[in-house]
Nanobody, 111 residues
Framework: QVQLLESGGGLVQAGASLRLSCSAS????????VTWYRRAPGKEREFVAVSTKSGQTYYTNSVKGRFTISRDDAQETVYLEMTSLNPEDAAMYYCSMDQCWGPGTRVTISS
């Protein structure tokens, strides 16, 4: 069974950038869509971005132009490059593939 592990979260100031990583063990990402979600305190989990198995990418409107999802199937890693972070981006970020989830990585934004 695949295991996913997110990393790269942390505390940054508004306007800063972070790069999140999602690594897989037990299975490669190749041939699967990989999705980033986030859940802010007191809010529902929301879709952030997806990289389809063919490499197409889609984003929720609030992150378009600021976030970039990319995948390195050879390295078994999917990235979420986040720029111009604002307090509304603060959340636990999760990656998901084939109904499997990682434990999440926390992003905190100081204004």
């Amino acid at each position: 069974q695949v295991q996913l592990l997110e990393s790269g979260g942390g505390l940054v100031q508004a306007g800063a950038s972070l790069r999140l990583s999602c690594s897989a063990s037990g299975r490669t990402f190749s041939g699967y869509p990989v999705t980033w979600y986030r859940r802010a305190p007191g809010k529902e989990r929301e879709f952030v971005a997806v990289s389809t198995k063919s490499g197409q990418t889609y984003y929720t409107n609030s992150v378009k132009g600021r976030f970039t999802i990319s995948r390195d199937d050879a390295q078994e890693t999917v990235y979420l490059e986040m720029t111009s972070l604002n307090p509304e981006d603060a959340a636990m970020y999760y990656c998901s593939m084939d109904q499997c989830w990682g434990p999440g990585t926390r992003v905190t934004i100081s204004s």
